[in-house]
């Protein structure tokens, strides 16, 4: 029997994790709908932009050097309108063409003035320039994109300003990946849902709300179960509607070293364990693994631990099955504003405020740092990157992740 690895680092953790990813399939998104997905292909243009060179300016179309000594007086040949139909008329010597923007430029013309650094006479077709011409008024063919050229690659999310480019370069609809179905289960005995009555002992379930959020938030689909009271058969049942059901499975609670935590032990017995425990603080005993060949995170049961180990661990790990796609946390440097726990062992995930408003970010504690305060998570700005003994004192510099 392999042994499990244990009690790993992160990047371990990512690694092994990685070598199980996601196949979600694809499938076409129309633009309208395509805002915060994925491509699942390299996307090449299917034109020239511009198509045509054009006019930048509303002003006028000419011969470069019939401007070199202005004042200088062209005759009026033509107006070209952005769109335009009718074949325009190429220019001579002497003449210029009105010209819109986006028209396209006439034959002959290499260079554009602004309306404003004009005088028209229009009595008398005549217009007058006061200024040299600028040909980079001109928009040349090509020059944002070509034809046949690789523009948006596959993993890439599509921002608002992406999909326009879908649209610029000629695709109605483009190829996504197609959302993964996430379940989600919270386990133990102890659970309600908000607004029921709360007997003794008993306290709200609030992991599986925080985490389908955090996966809708991944660009996924949660689908959330009801919580699993602590017994191998119901966890058994509800594990085995879940693997049919979703491509992803997220228990919290029940992965620690106690008599009752189930997930562990239906994991280490009946599926396929691929490490267990992570060298972090908060959020040391998650597990990963399959479930009847459907890949699952065992997070740990209290709502800090879930929610951080989410993001250094399950954030990743869909982002590599999306080839790097969906929205990342961004990483910075940060001076310690107080003293902040570190840890000899792991890397310490401590919830900051971020004070930017001076000539560096500033980190502060969000209070207390126990598991259990979903408040302190609610608070921050974002998690403090400490490694394993780095010193965290006051004054001190470290990474840091925001949120």
Known sequence: MTEVPYFIDLESAVALASKTLLSVGVEDAPLDEAHGRILAEDLRSKVDDPPFDNS??????????????????????QTIQAGERETTQPLQPGQASRIMTGGPMPPGADSILPIERCEMNEAGGEVTLTEQGRPHFIRKQGENLKRGEVTLEKGTTLSPANVGLCATMGWPTVPVFKRAKVAILSTGDELKLPGEPLEAHEIYESNSFGLAGLVRWM???????????????????????????CDLILTSGGVSMGEWDYVRKIMEEEGDVHFWRVKIRPGSPPLFGTWNGTPIFGLPGNPASSHVVFRILVAPYLRASMHGGGPKEHHLMVELGEDIKGDAKCLALRRISVDTSGDHPIAYSTGHQGS?????????DGLTLLSPGQPSNKGDWCRAMFL
């Open 56 to 77: 930048a300016m509303d002003g006028f179309a000419f011969i470069h050097e019939d401007s070199l000594q202005p004042p200088t007086t062209l005759k009026i040949i």
């Open 219 to 245: 660009g996924h689909e949660a689908i959330r179960y009801p919580s699993v009271n602590d017994s191998m058969d119901a966890l058994r049942s509800s594990l085995n509607a879940a693997a049919k059901e």
């Open 372 to 380: 259990g305060n979903l408040g302190g998570v609610a608070r921050a």
